[in-house]
């Protein structure tokens, strides 16, 4: 099974977020724009697990939320990756650095390569992904705009199921842990 942790958005964050990809979609057109319901901030995606390592997977998400302190993040920036002036895919992140994100980040990598995962490749960016583009796009006009997001409450950890349909990806939670235990 395809699996990712998470940290999960308040309803609140997660509608602030549907319009401004609304006001996006208008400026920007076609794309793969993600449902609302999706929106989250990845912390370690892992691919395709064997359903045998799940319960391990399962004691590192409790492990890593009982670490971590509750912590809040503003998303304020529009961002695209590979890069603003041709970007494959538009998101929303905080305009300066998260030390919490980071380390919880680096916990969760930590617990992950001891079980015998492959290091991640890309640094760990706080980001919620609002499109994704066949055609790279010119985002360099929006990475600008000032943003009107409610401040996210980071207080828990997610592990999810990713199975990738015609219609968009669907998400199941598989367990979710409150930080501080």
Same mark, same amino acid.
């Given at each position: 099974?395809?699996?990712? /942790?998470?940290? +999960?958005?308040? $309803? @609140?964050?997660?509608?602030? =977020?549907?319009? #401004?990809?609304?006001?996006?979609?208008? !400026?920007?057109?076609?794309?793969?724009?993600?449902?609302?319901?999706?929106?989250?901030?990845?912390?370690? /995606?892992?691919? +395709?697990?064997? $359903? @045998?390592?799940?319960?391990? =997977?399962?004691? #590192?998400?409790?492990?890593?939320?009982? !670490?971590?302190?509750?912590?809040?993040?503003?998303?304020?920036?529009?961002?695209?990756?590979?890069?603003?002036?041709?970007?494959?895919?538009?998101?929303?992140?905080?305009?300066?650095?998260?030390?919490?994100?980071?380390?919880?980040?680096?916990?969760?990598?930590?617990?992950?390569?001891?079980?015998?995962?492959?290091?991640?490749?890309?640094?760990?960016?706080?980001?919620?992904?609002?499109?994704?583009?066949?055609?790279?796009?010119?985002?360099?006009?929006?990475?600008?705009?000032?943003?009107?997001?409610?401040?996210?409450?980071?207080?828990?950890?997610?592990?999810?199921?990713?199975?990738?349909?015609?219609?968009?990806?669907?998400?199941?939670?598989?367990?979710?842990?409150?930080?501080?235990?």
């Amino acid at each position: 099974m395809r699996l990712f /942790f998470c940290v +999960e958005l308040e $309803e @609140e964050v997660r509608q602030a =977020l549907a319009e #401004v990809a609304k006001r996006c979609r208008g !400026a920007l057109g076609n794309g793969s724009w993600v449902s609302p319901e999706n929106y989250h901030l990845t912390v370690r /995606f892992l691919g +395709e697990v064997p $359903e @045998e390592r799940v319960k391990e =997977l399962l004691d #590192v998400g409790e492990e890593t939320a009982r !670490a971590t302190a509750p912590f809040s993040l503003v998303l304020a920036v529009l961002g695209g990756f590979p890069q603003p002036k041709a970007a494959r895919v538009l998101w929303v992140g905080p305009r300066k650095e998260s030390v919490e994100f980071q380390g919880l980040c680096r916990r969760l990598e930590m617990a992950v390569q001891a079980l015998g995962f492959p290091p991640e490749k890309k640094e760990a960016l706080p980001h919620v992904t609002l499109a994704r583009f066949k055609t790279p796009k010119d985002l360099r006009s929006l990475v600008h705009t000032e943003l009107a997001i409610p401040e996210a409450q980071v207080k828990s950890l997610t592990l999810m199921r990713s199975e990738l349909r015609p219609e968009g990806a669907k998400y199941t939670p598989l367990a979710r842990w409150e930080f501080g235990g």
